[in-house]
């Protein structure tokens, strides 16, 4: 079994920063791209950034310029550092990974459980 679990939420006023992790445990035998999706209250899931296993990032327009998405291959994990936070940030922020287990031909989508973000003075 493989899960992802993030870390790092919390209150935070604006302006301020934050750093998210996500880490993935469990029989993996490699991970693809991985991310991070929001969700604020009454809103659908939007995506906020990706990453490729060899470093290639993409950014939601909203967060381009001050969300950093990095990832430590060695270690399965995913980062988010967040700056210059908003209240329009608000949400629960959810990792995910396209993760092969059993073999290099089948990839399944896994997310963690979330992390709640709140932005506000």
């Known amino acids: 079994q493989v899960q992802l679990v993030e870390s790092g939420g919390g209150l935070v006023q604006p302006g301020g920063s934050l750093r998210l992790s996500c880490a993935a445990s469990?029989?993996?035998?490699?991970?693809?791209?991985m991310g991070w999706y929001r969700q604020a209250p009454g809103k659908q899931r939007e995506l906020v950034a990706t990453?490729?296993?060899?470093?290639?990032?993409n950014y939601d327009d909203s967060v381009k310029g001050r969300f950093t998405i990095s990832r430590e291959n060695a270690k399965n994990t995913v980062y988010l550092q967040m700056n210059s936070l908003e209240p329009e940030d608000t949400a629960v922020y959810y990792c995910?990974?396209?993760?092969?287990?059993?073999?290099?031909?089948?990839?399944?989508?896994?997310w963690g459980q979330g992390t709640q973000v709140t932005v506000s003075s």
């Open positions: 995910f990974g396209a993760i092969a287990t059993t073999s290099l031909n089948n990839y399944l989508e896994v």
């Open positions: 469990g029989s993996i035998l490699r991970i693809n791209t």
């Open positions: 990453i490729t296993r060899g470093g290639y990032t």
